[in-house]
């Protein structure tokens, strides 16, 4: 909604927009005290499809295209990657439920359900303030360096950490 009110002086279509991303974000805050953990209600796969389709046709049409959507959804769009290739290659179905996403390591590493809502927050928030600021470019280059690290990351939690390891004796 900020970055279609920024070109709203040169193109007034971009008051509706912004207008829209408005009504959006409202609609997904005013429901989140029902989806915070514990959840009363779930928006499921319809809700969470609508959500990413506004999101992408908003992307587009305020004019921050690409850079934008890749930053906001840095995190789940690594894991989403990350699973689809490392299912891929092991031979396995790459749309075959697992317990080997990031939020599943993370709960493996004592981390509660709610302090991993907000690390995923945080970094989007993060990420959506950052592309108000910058040019096309420099946000191809932090979105890239956000999947470099939240892929590092998942590739640690899932690879290196089953490596055995020596015992040292004194």
């Known amino acids: ?3 279609s009110f920024r070109f709203a002086s ?3 279509a971009q008051l509706y927009v912004s207008f829209l991303a408005f009504v959006t974000a409202g609609a997904f805050l005013g429901f989140l ?11 499921g796969y319809g809700g969470k499809t609508l959500a990413g389709f506004l999101l ?4 587009i ?3 921050s295209k690409l850079g934008t959507a890749i930053l906001v959804l840095a995190v789940p769009m690594t894991d989403a990657l990350f699973m689809l290739f490392k299912r891929t290659f092991s ?30 927050w ?5 990420a959506g303030v950052a592309a108000l600021f910058l040019d096309s470019k420099q946000k191809i280059f932090i979105g890239i360096l956000i999947l470099v690290l939240i892929g590092g990351f998942i590739f640690w939690m899932n690879f290196l950490r089953k490596l055995p390891r020596e015992k040292l004796e004194f």
């Not at 992408?56 to 992307?59: D, F, H, I, K």
């Not at 075959?96 to 907000?118: C, D, M, Q």
């Open 122 to 126: 945080s970094i989007s928030a993060l």
């Open 56 to 59: 992408g046709v908003l992307s």
């Open 61 to 63: 049409l305020s004019f």
């Open 91 to 120: 031979g396995r179905s790459p749309v075959r439920a697992t317990s080997e996403h990031l939020h599943h390591h993370l709960l493996r590493l004592g981390w509660g359900k709610r302090r991993i809502a907000f690390f995923y």
């Open 33 to 43: 005290p029902w989806n915070f953990y514990p959840q009363k209600i779930m928006p």
């Open 10 to 12: 040169t193109d007034p």
């Open 1 to 3: 909604g900020i970055l």
